[in-house]
């Protein structure tokens, strides 16, 4: 079961597109599948493009890491020479991205970023689809809304 809500026709094809898609686009180039021809297009731009692109190169020191794109360059320094990590706040577990963070906090704790979740305001019930959380409310409380 999905709970994904929208009410913008873009956002929900583009859901289904992307989550329940059996649709992939393919690169010639080197065989991998997308699930969008805009992700695949990007790939292609950036991994076989035959253009002069720039490339970023890392200014630290004996460091020779080279990037793509310049928010991996970001990523790489914020990592690697920074030593940035970011910890669970509810476990032992420690991300190298802060995107594995918020990943692991929703897989693992159930935990959401603010605005995805809906809260019962009768009890500690919360559930990511609103149905969901008005359907709760009316079985368990008795409450219509």
């Known amino acids: 079961k999905c709970d994904f809500e929208t009410n913008q026709e873009c956002y929900l094809r583009h859901h289904m597109e992307t989550k329940h898609g059996t649709r992939k686009f393919n690169c010639e180039h080197c065989g991998m599948d997308f699930k969008l021809k805009t992700t695949l ?23 020779e890491y080279t990037a793509k794109q310049g928010n991996g360059m970001k990523l790489h320094v914020e990592k690697v020479h920074l030593g940035i990590k970011w910890p669970c706040h509810l476990c032992d577990y420690i991300g190298a991205y802060k995107g ?27 559930s990511k689809n609103l149905a969901t959380l008005l359907t709760h409310k009316k079985k368990v409380h008795g409450v219509e809304g």
């Open 41 to 63: 297009n990007r790939h292609i731009n950036v991994q076989h493009s035959t253009e002069e692109r720039p490339v970023f190169r890392c200014k630290e020191e004996g460091c």
């Open 100 to 126: 594995e963070v918020t990943r692991h906090l929703k897989k693992v704790h159930n935990i959401f970023p603010e605005g995805c979740v809906k809260n019962c305001d009768h009890c500690d019930f919360k």
